[in-house]
């Protein structure tokens, strides 16, 4: 089964910082990978989605990066703004089934 | 345009009582997906549809749990004789076809008590 990872499981960091959030999966044989943020008693919400095929993403002022073979992706944040305080979840979907397996998460918090 | 929604957004009922769940997907997307989020934690699969029909069940803990699609739009996750470890967050998302990008509802936050 895959086992997804999220370190740290909490930042806090001034505004204006640049910031990385990382993940970490056991099963290199992936089909996507899918950020997303989740505020407090909310849903969540898609951020970037990257294909096996890729080896990055980016939306504004996000950055996703995946590398396969070391079970790996990471979500680059520039110039952090306190509206970017949420948890961070990464979710995989593996080359079989349709499961999404997700992280933890990261609880980021932005600091005016 | 319209994104999933869940209903209700709360529900509190007694241990043994029987709940539903109700998520409405995007218009036209084909996969469902139901979803458990306990405090602190990511959320876990339950079962997921392809149409009408349970494509893969396998998350769902126990023959208490059980969902239906009858028509391929909205969907339906049924908790027989509930018990306070049922108590978390269900989330639905739905996607255009399977594996892809996948859109969250807001959940529904279900206490047993």
């Known amino acids: 089964k895959q086992e997804v990872t999220q370190i740290p499981a909490a930042l806090s960091v001034p505004e204006g910082e640049n910031l990385v959030l990382n993940c970490s999966f056991t099963?290199?044989?992936?089909?996507?990978l899918q950020w997303f943020r989740q505020d407090p008693g909310k849903g969540l919400t898609s951020l970037l989605l990257?294909?096996?095929?890729?080896r990055e993403q980016t939306s504004g002022r996000l950055n996703a990066s995946l590398d396969k073979s070391s079970g790996r992706s990471t979500l680059y944040i520039a110039a952090s703004q306190p509206g970017d305080s949420a948890t961070y979840l990464c979710?995989?979907?593996?080359?079989?089934?349709?499961?999404?397996?997700f992280g933890t998460g990261t609880s980021l918090t932005v600091i005016p | 345009g319209a994104g999933v929604s869940q209903t209700p957004s709360n529900k509190v009922t007694e241990k043994g009582k029987y709940v539903e769940l109700r998520c409405d997907p995007i218009?036209?997307?084909?996969?469902l997906y139901w979803y458990r989020q306990s405090l602190g934690q990511g959320p876990e699969f339950l079962i997921y549809?392809?149409?009408?029909?349970?494509?893969?069940d396998s998350g769902l803990p126990n023959d208490r749990f059980f969902a239906v699609r009858p028509e391929g739009s909205v969907s339906t996750l049924k908790i027989q004789r509930t018990e306070r470890g049922d108590s978390a967050v269900y989330l639905c998302?739905?996607?255009?076809?399977?594996?892809?990008?996948?859109?969250f509802g807001p959940g529904t936050r279900l206490t047993v008590t």
């Open positions: 979710a995989v979907r593996g080359n079989t089934g349709n499961q999404f397996y």
């Open positions: 218009s036209g997307h084909t996969a």
């Open positions: 549809f392809q149409g009408t029909g349970a494509a893969d």
């Open positions: 099963d290199s044989a992936i089909y996507n």
């Open positions: 990257i294909q096996s095929s890729q």
């Open positions: 998302a739905s996607s255009p076809e399977a594996g892809h990008e996948q859109y």
